[in-house]
């Protein structure tokens, strides 16, 4: 079998960023992608000013200072420093695969289904000869077996890697219409009496429209939460008949991202912020700082530091979800709202 120094599964974000800077080493490195192509995942887009992107994915990428809230009825417009960009995916993952090309220690091994992760004394499947006994190997849906000294799972929420570890986890909804039609602006749509501490959102991209529901499933029900994106889009003529409402589940506890030698990185470490469900941004940021750390670099870790304060933050005002008060969940939204530039529409 094929022996590696590391293997990433997942050619996601997060995967193809700590490729990307593992490529150009001494490192023999082998991405595992499941899906045939890269990028398609359901997913709102937006992501927020503390990651830089490349010139070429802003020019394609829309963007917004200018948000729409609306909080029980009462409609705020807040004008924020900086943007929030709406991208695509798949020109995202197109972009990322592209600056490996490059790079010869780096293989992409597209349509590989990982289905198992043997580590350390865990030989009875194996000839001696072939171990690697430094670390251990993954196998495929089609029996491929691949050595590696380090592993990285990049492979989003529901992470074979972080089922391996034996790590519990912490699931939110989100669930969206893509509709054929350029929205005029983004808005958030806040009710807690009937969502909690979630939101609906209208993302516009530059041909078609996200609108979306995102939920805590433990408090308010899939069909309830249906329910509230589809009257929030009859109260803006926005027609999503005949569309098909596609869920993803959105996982954010962390509980670390180095066990021994396996790391995990994006929403398979829970790094997606709790309270939006943000998940581009963190998957970046932790995609390169696994990179570093395997690397033995000991600098740039300022974001992914902020992204730990900020999920400490959003984790302790999501448990206000669990008290089922809309007045004082109508309230934390409130006081945030106030806290951004406001403006009251006339």
Not at 64 to 80: D, S
Not at 223 to 240: A, H, I, P, Q
Request: charged share 25%; hydrophobic share 40%.
């Amino acid at each position: 079998m094929e022996q590696f120094d590391v293997i990433i599964l997942g050619a996601g974000p997060a995967g193809l960023k700590c490729a990307e800077l593992l490529g150009g080493t001494d490192l023999q490195v082998a991405v595992y992608e499941k899906s045939p192509v890269v990028g398609p995942k359901e997913c709102a887009g937006g992501i927020t000013s503390f990651v830089d992107l490349p010139g070429d994915l802003l020019k394609e990428a829309v963007s917004f200072n200018r948000h729409y809230v609306v909080l029980n009825g009462k409609r705020f417009v807040v004008e924020a420093d900086d943007p929030l960009r709406i991208i695509d995916r798949t020109a995202l993952a197109e972009f990322q695969l592209g600056l490996l090309k490059d790079h010869s220690n780096v293989k992409v091994k597209m349509g590989r289904r990982v289905v198992r992760i043997v580590k350390g004394a865990d030989t009875d499947s194996i000839d001696e000869d072939q171990y690697h006994e430094r670390g251990g190997y993954i196998v495929t849906s089609d029996g491929e077996r691949a050595g590696f000294d380090l592993l990285v799972g990049a492979d989003g929420s529901q992470s074979l890697t972080r089922k391996f570890l034996g790590l519990e986890s912490r699931y939110y909804i989100g669930a969206h219409y893509r509709i054929p039609f350029v929205f005029d602006r983004v808005l958030w749509y806040l009710n807690p009496e009937k969502l909690g501490l979630g939101y609906c959102w209208l993302f516009p991209h530059s041909n078609f429209t996200s609108c979306g529901v995102y939920f805590d499933p433990d408090r308010v029900s899939y069909s309830n939460s249906r329910k509230v994106l589809c009257d929030m889009l009859d109260e803006y003529g926005l027609d999503y008949r005949g569309k098909q409402l596609k869920a993803f589940p959105v996982n954010c506890l962390y509980s670390g991202f180095k066990f021994d030698n396996i790391y995990l990185c994006g929403d398979a470490a829970g790094l997606a912020f709790p309270l939006t469900g943000e998940g581009i941004s963190t998957a970046l940021v932790s995609g390169a700082h696994t990179a570093r750390d395997i690397l033995g670099a000991r600098d740039g870790c300022g974001q992914f530091e902020f992204i730990l304060r900020r999920k400490k933050k959003e984790r302790f005002l999501m448990e206000f979800n669990l008290i089922k008060n809309h007045y004082i969940q109508s309230l934390l939204f409130r006081l945030y709202i106030y806290s951004l530039r406001v403006k009251l529409p006339n």
